[in-house]
């Protein structure tokens, strides 16, 4: 595992006012499924998905700005193109915000390492956020929309476990992995979810596991762990439909605070509206 440090920065903006630095928590916001083009002109069934990210970004900075980092959870890019990763770093280095990315299954991970973020190409690292250990765990099978948590990962789970760290933790990745009850999805989730789980309900410190690909917000408990699903910063998948369907919530995103006493506040904040008309989905993406 590689352990990166997460400075705290001073950033323009915000819409948090910190009166004491020493006693505020660690404010991380989870962005996922962003699904950009290359090409700035290509659409996401009807969706310009960087007037949607946009949007995204501008509710956060009217409502949780500045955080202290950013983890951005998979399917980045829709086309597996360049570009898109070049214009993605090119968007946040801009925001002057310490960034994670992780894959999802319609990333290419070796152009995410080579134009984004280099560390991504770790299956499991360890970040520190504050008082806080982040574990970014790659859930990703080259050629497969579904996803698997090789045994590789699940020993560094059991590994940092047993260091006796003693710090509150987060595990984030892609893939759900257990059922959220949309059939159609639920057949993409991590297909080893029983045993992942069982790995991970044995580390003492493990606050919540946190996911994005199922495009819409969900919170469930399995053997005792708290699973958090991301909504989408462009379309969302309608909740509880055997087949693919839109819902039309607008695109949205997740903000934590992780407070040095170990307590996890976390919500989900939506934009008001869509950038552009949201119109009906016909097949699949």
């Not at 700005?65 to 280095?93: I, K």
């Not at 893939?175 to 029983?194: E, K, R, Y």
């Amino acid at each position: 595992m590689t352990d990166t440090d997460v400075p705290s920065r001073p950033k323009e903006g915000g819409g948090w006012n910190r009166q004491d630095a020493a006693a505020a928590p660690f404010r991380l916001l989870q962005l996922t499924d962003l699904h950009l083009y290359a090409d700035p002109h290509r659409r996401l069934l009807g969706q310009d998905t960087r007037l949607t990210l946009e949007s995204v970004l501008g509710l956060a900075r009217a409502r949780h700005w500045p955080p202290d980092a950013v983890a951005l959870t998979g399917d980045l890019v829709h086309d597996e193109l360049p570009g898109a990763y070049r214009f993605l770093r090119q968007r946040f280095d801009a925001l002057a915000i310490p960034y994670h990315c992780l894959p999802g299954n319609h990333d290419r991970l070796d152009l995410l390492v080579g134009h984004l973020d280099p560390a991504a190409a770790s299956a499991l690292r360890l970040v520190t956020a504050g008082a806080w250990d982040l574990l970014l765990v790659d859930s990703t099978v080259p050629g497969r929309e579904g996803g698997h948590l090789s045994e590789h990962v699940l020993a560094g789970i059991a590994d940092h476990a047993a260091a006796g760290r003693g710090r509150p933790t987060l595990v984030f990745l892609h893939h759900h992995l257990a059922p959220i009850g949309s059939a159609w999805i639920d057949t993409m989730q991590v297909d080893n979810g029983p045993a992942a789980l069982a790995a991970l309900a044995r580390h003492p410190d493990l606050r919540a596991v946190i996911c994005g690909h199922v495009h819409q917000d969900g919170e469930q408990v399995q053997q005792g762990l708290r699973l958090l699903a991301t909504p989408s910063t462009c379309v969302q998948f309608l909740p509880g439909s055997p087949t693919f369907a839109l819902d039309p919530l607008t695109p949205g995103y997740r903000w934590l605070e992780l407070h040095e006493d170990g307590r996890l506040d976390t919500g989900i904040e939506r934009t008001d509206a869509y950038p552009e008309a949201l119109g009906p989905a016909t097949e699949g993406y």
